[in-house]
């Protein structure tokens, strides 16, 4: 396949240069589960959601927060947040938005936690609020238990929905476009699941207006087949460039390529709370009493026996960063002192030794294989590097789907996961670290149950510390706790990557997302 990707790059030096059209194809990298926004928290569902729907906070490519359909906010003391709503805003079937529709979309969350067999991904971000106050049409109040500076950051993930079109809708009700009603630059007009959805421009839309008439999202998470069909000019633009093909992208005459470091950490979770593993077992492969990767001096032996340069150089070809923490070099709360852990596989066959483990153990990881950068590659590397120390590790993957339900169930033993955070370590460590909680909606995707009181007290304060350097050093120390503990295990950021036919033009963000109305025609 690679001996005919590279065939198809010399083949199609020859097609047109895509001109400024009222249509746009793009390919995604990944499948989206669902068009409800509040339901999967996953960034492939955000983005599309992002692009159907407004938040009152948006953030630009940077993360920096912008007006959405609040115009303004401030606090009108310390457990007050008023936010102001812009005028003229219209669904996309004609109707005004209010501040009613901004109050039910902040219930729906917990509502959606009450109904049997709905998923919520969500309720995270509206917990603080203990009061919702209407002021006038476009004015409301939100108050909070305590000191909250997290609020507008938070209310970045929730999207407006209209109240008359959505009450009483959840899941596949959304698949209908009379249900999905937002208000963001396109609107919704289809979706087939594992194929593709199609959006059209909202001309009424109250900020910049798409400049496309029609988009279509193919859903492609095969890195071959995507690039093959940007190739074919099938599609205009796909984001995720297979990392082996990026340097030769970058000479074609008629293909432009755009890169942003990602915040999105890729890591290892590990069972660290069960007595008993379900996929742990002795050297011989016999279920073991006693799970091994409750002993930190385990975990840290894990961690040691990765070897992250080489996996970066050699299987993503250099498109990433050794990870030591949860946040990249140069965001808010990244801790310097934190380093990627040394590749040290004498030092962890030691710290196994001494844990009682010298003969090694068994461990499956579990993965998927359609939702990270190289992520099947990237777990059969880990597998062999901890064969090096004496862990016989299988692999098993397979469809974010499927994985992501049993993981939720904790039917795993060790799992290579991810998070992006928004602009600092408040998010990955609520959802990946923090002690579960579900009526809090903590440590949703820790499916490994890791629990540190420590980590746990110091995130709490910082999320009522106004004071912005205070608060930077309790997550600092928060992340410390964790990564030290290894409560999880960073393995590496990812760079993000999109291809686009000439003349368009994107400007890469480092969360990911791949909106159709920053895809600029270009001159």
Known sequence: MRKQLVTALVIFT??????????????????????????????????IAEQIFDPLVRRDAGLRPLPGLAESWH???????????????????????????????????????SVPGASVGVLTY???????????????????????????????????????????????????????????????ERFLSGDRIVLKRNDNYWGTKSPWQTVIFR????????????????????????????????????????????????????DSNRDKSPFVTDAAGKPLDRNPLKDVRVRRAISMAINRQAMVDRVMDGMGKPAGQMMPDGFVAANPNLRPEPYDPEGAKKLLTEAGYRDGFGLTLHAPNDRLVKGTQIVQAIAQMLAHVGIAAKVETMPYSI??????????????????????????????????????????????RYSNPKADTLYEQALVTMDSARREKLLQQATEVVINDYGIIPLHFQVNTWAARKPLQYEPRSDERTYAHAVRPGK
Not at 423 to 436: D, G, K, Q, Y
């Open 75 to 113: 606090m009108v003391d310390e457990l007050t947040w008023e936010f102001r709503l812009r005028k003229g805003v219209r669904f996309h079937d004609g109707s005004a938005l209010t501040a009613a529709d901004v109050l039910f979309s902040l219930d729906r969350p917990k509502w959606l936690s």
């Open 126 to 188: 509206t917990q603080a609020i203990t009061e919702k106050i209407v002021v006038d049409p476009h004015t409301i109040r939100l108050r909070t238990a305590a000191p909250y500076p997290y609020l507008p950051d938070d209310l970045m993930g929730v999207m407006i929905v209209s109240r008359t079109a959505a009450k009483d809708k959840h899941g596949p009700d959304f698949d209908s476009p009379k249900v999905t009603q937002g208000t963001g630059p396109l609107h919704f």
């Open 14 to 47: 020859t097609w047109a240069v895509a001109a400024p059209a009222a249509d746009l194809s793009i390919g995604l990298g990944a499948n989206v589960t669902t068009i409800d926004p509040h339901a999967i928290n996953l960034t492939p569902n955000n983005n």
């Open 403 to 448: 994985y992501i339900k049993r993981a939720q169930k904790l039917d795993f033993s060790a799992v290579i996961q991810s998070w992006g955070a928004i602009n600092e370590a408040t998010i990955p460590l609520r959802f990946v670290a923090i002690t579960f909680n579900s009526s809090k909606g903590l440590g949703a995707f820790n499916f490994g």
């Open 219 to 270: 859903l492609i998470p095969d890195d071959p087949t995507r690039l093959a069909t940007l190739l074919a000019g099938a599609v205009d633009l796909i984001e995720n460039i297979p990392t082996g093909d990026h340097a030769k992208l970058r000479t074609h005459k008629n293909i432009s390529v755009f890169t942003a470091t990602s915040n999105r950490m890729v890591h290892l979770q590990l």
